[in-house]
């Protein structure tokens, strides 16, 4: 049972979320409180598994709240918010702040427009996460990028990820130079999102960083994060691999999903590819994988320690996709030593 504290200051909203979350046999809500201050009170008494938390409260807001939560007293928090709709910097700050999950609160206060599926599935994949200490909200320092130089490189880096993986990438994107292959990268992620997440990164990291348009050339010194709501392949044109954007049906509940990419990257280019799967709930991306390592590709899954949710690394890992599984921190380690010579 999935114990679960609602932070919201509507008397409206706070009632319909208890009443329509807790006709779920695996939700049961346990409190619900008007404010920070009050929620302070509650998740000390009842130990939450999970804090469904509005952004836009009295006395003190709901990002403040949840940087103080995150660096103080660690909880999953689904961030349920009219200030994410429309406004992706607010959800992208969120989630560097240590939210799992954002959804966006309808304008309707329908019951079924208000408690839909997106709501009830985050709050299932929050529940799957474990802290084991304070959340660093320490922001990376922009750095000083490489030139982008327009040649093809024979290798390719295809990375996917899910719930946590916003945090993973940042950490794992940042720490590269901009000397890499070109990298592609699935991120679950609503429509919307990632063009933003994509220009945070950008900030960031050595290399550059866009969201990935039908027809882009791989190329070294760039990472394409795949566009929401499309699934992002690599083909082969020549000498060259071009990243197509496609609609399809959803995978693994997906769209973008991370099995279209590395699929492709197994038949496209096979022995020039490496795998990463980071964390994540659910198995997309190990059958994949799996099929990059058939084709002759380098795989690699992210360990259960530095993972926030055991989901995809663990099954790629089942299914023997996995050649090594490293911590987030020794995956960059890996990827910078394997490519130290390359030109691109």
């Known amino acids: ?20 979350l807790g006709r779920h046999k695996d939700i049961s809500i346990i409190g619900s409180a008007m ?37 103080y007293y660690p909880k999953p928090v689904v961030v349920f918010s009219s200030l994410t709709v429309g ?3 607010t959800a992208l ?26 709501l009830i599935m985050a709050i299932r994949r929050a529940s799957m996460v474990k802290f084991s200490g304070p ?27 899910s719930t946590g993986g916003t945090v993973a990438l940042e950490k794992l994107l940042s ?5 890499m292959p070109g990298i592609a990268v699935v991120q679950h992620m609503p429509e919307g999102f990632t063009s933003s997440f994509a220009k945070r990164l950008n900030e960031i990291c050595f290399m550059q960083v866009k969201e990935a348009s039908d027809k882009d050339l791989v190329v070294g ?23 197509r954007i496609k609609d399809g049906p959803q995978e693994h509940y997906q769209r973008p999903a991370v099995d279209p990419l590395f699929r492709s990257v197994a038949k496209n280019v096979r022995e020039n590819a490496v795998a990463v799967l980071l964390t994540g709930m659910g198995a997309d991306g190990a059958a994949g994988m799996l099929e990059i ?3 002759g590709g380098y795989t690699i899954a992210q360990d259960e320690k530095s993972s926030l949710v055991f989901g995809m690394p663990k099954e790629a890992i089942k299914m023997g996709a996995a050649q090594d599984v490293l911590s987030l921190e020794d995956i960059g380690a890996k990827l910078k030593n394997m490519f130290k010579e390359l030109k691109v």
């Open 1 to 20: 049972m999935i114990k679960v504290l609602i932070v919201d200051d509507s008397a409206l909203i706070r009632k319909i979320l208890t009443e329509e």
């Open 175 to 179: 720490s590269l130079p901009a000397s």
């Open 135 to 161: 959340v660093e909200n320490k922001l990376i320092d922009k750095k000083e990028k490489g030139e982008i130089k327009f040649s093809t490189t024979r290798k390719v880096i295809a990375i996917g990820a």
């Open 93 to 118: 700050k969120a989630l560097e702040l240590g939210a799992v999950e954002v959804v966006g609160k309808p304008s309707s206060y329908s019951t079924n427009d208000v408690v839909n599926r997106d």
């Open 293 to 295: 390592r058939k084709s």
């Open 35 to 71: 404010d920070p201050y009050f929620a302070r009170d509650k998740i000390l008494s009842d130990n939450p598994d999970v804090i469904v938390l509005d952004l836009e409260m009295p006395r003190m807001d709901g990002l403040t709240f949840l940087s103080k939560l995150m660096k």
């Open 87 to 89: 406004r992706n910097e």
């Open 221 to 243: 010194g760039c990472v394409f994060i795949a566009p929401g709501n499309k699934h992002m392949v690599i083909e082969r044109s020549g000498a060259n691999y071009v990243i």
